[in-house]
């Protein structure tokens, strides 16, 4: 097998995922809620998991186990995306995402502790530098007063349900087929649609023309595909690797596409934080070949 299979999946993430980044605010700005935008990403993973499904001849595993994972990664991911809005409701975004963007330090340390991965000299520098860079790329002006500290509480939420999700993919990979895990990864989010529309103000004027859901459905799939690659980055490699990796990764290409449309110079912060995000790209990517991950064969 390739061993460099991982980086192919991990790179393809992180760039479907900066786009989306980029383009994200384009439909809310038009007037469709960020929670409606969650309702359409959910039906989107509709897309990828037909695809997923079909290379497995549509032979999910529905053991206890499998199910449990599945579904915890899920409703991890998931679930820690509806609690971000909520978050982002009552605290300054410039705090929330330079906090929550730290989860990967949580996959390392779990990854580290109980699945033993290692990582050369080469990739903890790499590792390092990622971890430094994801707060800095997700640095904003204080431009909004601070409310109380319930927002501390949800970002804290956020924080642990992703980086345990990312570690939760990684173990499942193990014992189950990736196709399988983004199988019940989509299941889940559609199981979540009714709380994003009870979060949904729809006494507000709501745009549901050109530049409202499908405008979404087009820059939500992004987020769908890349979900699913990162699932089989998961597979092939080694999660307290690729998590930086593609958390570090992804703001860069959104800042540089950003620039592009909007014109907007970044803060020497952010600058700064691209840089390093590059340095780490590259000392991840000739990290030592990761091991045969043991389990199922896919």
């Known amino acids: 097998m390739n061993k460099k299979l991982w980086l192919v999946y991990a790179l393809v993430t992180t760039l479907f995922w900066g786009v989306w980044g980029a383009l994200i605010e384009l439909p809310e700005k038009a007037g469709f809620p960020a929670t409606l935008g969650y309702v359409v990403w959910a039906l989107t993973m509709l897309v990828p998991v037909l695809v997923a499904m079909n290379n497995i001849g549509w032979k999910v595993e529905f053991d206890r186990r499998s199910v449990w994972l599945g579904s915890a990664a899920g409703f991890l991911g ?6 971000l809005f909520q978050a982002l409701r009552s605290g300054p975004a410039y705090l929330v ?5 730290l989860s990967p330090v949580l996959t390392i340390l779990m990854s580290y502790l109980m699945l033993k991965e290692r990582a050369s000299k080469r990739g903890w520098a790499g590792i390092l530098l990622a971890m430094v860079a994801m707060p800095l790329l997700s640095y904003q002006p204080a431009n909004s007063p601070v409310q109380g500290g319930l927002w501390i509480v949800l970002a804290l939420l956020v924080f642990l349900a992703w980086g345990i999700q990312a570690f939760v993919i990684k173990f499942a990979n193990e014992t189950m087929k990736a196709e399988s895990i983004f199988f019940y990864m989509t299941v889940t989010g559609l199981l979540l649609i009714p709380f994003a529309l009870w979060m949904t103000d729809f006494s507000q004027p709501i745009n549901w023309g050109l530049k409202g859901p499908w405008l979404a459905a087009a820059i939500q799939i992004l987020n769908a595909i890349g979900a699913l690659t990162l699932v089989y980055a998961f597979r092939h490699g080694k999660a307290l690797i690729v998590s930086p990796l593609t958390n570090a990764v992804a703001p860069v290409i959104t800042i540089i596409l950003s620039l592009t449309l909007y014109r907007v110079i970044p803060h020497p912060l952010i600058i700064t934080g691209m840089v390093m ?15 045969e991950p043991k389990g199922v064969e896919k």
């Open 78 to 83: 998931a679930g820690g995306q509806l609690i």
């Open 277 to 291: 995000a590059m340095a780490a790209v590259f000392l991840m990517a000739i990290e030592e070949g990761t091991e």
């Open 97 to 101: 995402f330079p906090f929550i963007s």
